[in-house]
């Protein structure tokens, strides 16, 4: 079975570039003033409910970013496997020390910018890791490394929230190290995943798989309508680039300096694909409005800039 807990550190390393290592309420989620101005592991980064604003998971609950840094104010759970939708994000995790709420917390969603959630499956049973989920579509697939009795190891997925899953069989997927699972915004049957072998195309639920793009380290990947951006480590340089799913447009999108840090987390916006925010596994923290011409720097090593 491929090994999966931690792996994008995994990846790194071995570049040499790494050192060390409810139910929903109407109300909108309350961000306040930031308070801990220094967050520390980052577990995700997105477009809740379509932005504006940005919206970071750390192992200390919710940070949001419009015009400016706010912190959550309740709900500050460890959320792992963060993914933002059109509606709210799918979540899973670990409850936020002396919450009532069992630990792990299963698959989670919110569509109050954290408020609130509810509890869709394996509420106190599992903790994933490695789930994508299509922003549009809702549907989820996880990588579960913790089998019980309802859920195997393995790829599984789900088209109706939780209620029901599928195992994928994952033929033709070649790789010991995977980084993450990105899914198409809209076509549920689609998803793309990062390894140390390259990207692995699906458009059959995950049953199988055929090798996309060029085989590179890829410590990060995600999708947009025609194609998506993803991260490399080549010859201990980071790459940004962004390609469309005919395979014939790969384009390399400009960092911020030559010395950033390799890429962990990648999210454009829903609205406009010019927009774009990448995190470094060291917590820098970037954002363009034009596809890299210039970049604003939002976070220092976890230091909170604007």
């Known amino acids: 079975m491929m090994k999966k807990r931690g792996l994008v550190f995994a990846l790194l390393a071995a570049t040499g570039m790494i050192a060390?290592?409810?139910?929903?309420?109407?109300?909108e989620y309350s961000f306040q003033e930031v308070k801990n101005q220094k967050f520390e592991h980052m577990h995700g980064l997105g477009y809740v409910s379509g932005g504006p604003g940005i919206v970071i998971a750390t192992h200390d609950g919710?940070?949001?970013?419009?015009?400016?840094?706010?912190?959550a104010v309740s709900e500050k759970h460890d959320y792992?496997?963060?993914?933002?939708?059109?509606e709210g994000f799918f979540s899973s995790g670990?409850?936020?020390?002396g919450s009532d709420y069992k630990n792990p917390l299963g698959l989670v969603?919110?569509?109050?910018?954290?408020?609130?959630?509810?509890?869709?499956?394996?509420?106190?049973?599992?903790?994933?890791?490695?789930?994508?989920?299509g922003y549009e579509s809702n549907a989820i697939y996880v990588l579960n490394e913790m089998p019980i009795n309802e859920m195997s190891a393995g790829l599984h997925y789900s088209?109706?929230?939780?209620?029901?899953?599928?195992?994928?069989?994952?033929?033709?997927?070649?790789?010991?190290?995977?980084?993450?699972i990105a899914v198409h915004p809209k076509q549920e049957e689609m998803l793309v995943i990062g390894s140390e072998q390259g990207m692995f195309l699906s458009k059959d639920y995950g049953n199988t798989f055929e090798p996309f793009g060029e085989e590179i380290m890829v410590p990060y990947v995600t999708l947009t309508n025609d194609g998506g951006y993803y991260s490399s480590v080549v010859d201990e340089k980071v790459q940004l680039k962004s390609f469309s799913f005919t395979g014939d447009q790969v384009i390399d999108i400009p960092l911020p300096n030559e010395n950033v840090d390799p890429i962990v987390y990648i999210a454009s916006n829903p609205d406009d694909e010019k927009e774009l925010v990448f995190a470094t596994h060291t917590n820098d923290l970037y954002l363009t409005s034009d596809k890299g011409s210039e970049w604003i720097?939002?976070?220092?090593?976890?230091?909170l800039l604007k």
């Not at 060390?20 to 109300?27: H, P, T």
């Not at 919710?62 to 912190?71: C, N, V």
């Not at 792992?80 to 059109?86: D, I, S, V």
């Open 20 to 27: 060390g290592c409810g139910n929903q309420e109407e109300e």
């Open 62 to 71: 919710l940070y949001s970013y419009e015009e400016g840094w706010k912190e």
């Open 80 to 86: 792992m496997g963060f993914q933002a939708t059109r």
């Open 94 to 97: 670990h409850p936020a020390p």
């Open 109 to 133: 969603k919110s569509n109050n910018k954290g408020a609130s959630f509810d509890q869709l499956a394996f509420y106190g049973e599992i903790d994933f890791h490695y789930l994508g989920a």
């Open 159 to 180: 088209l109706d929230e939780g209620e029901a899953w599928e195992k994928s069989a994952m033929s033709g997927f070649d790789s010991e190290f995977i980084s993450n």
């Open 297 to 303: 720097k939002l976070a220092d090593k976890g230091e």
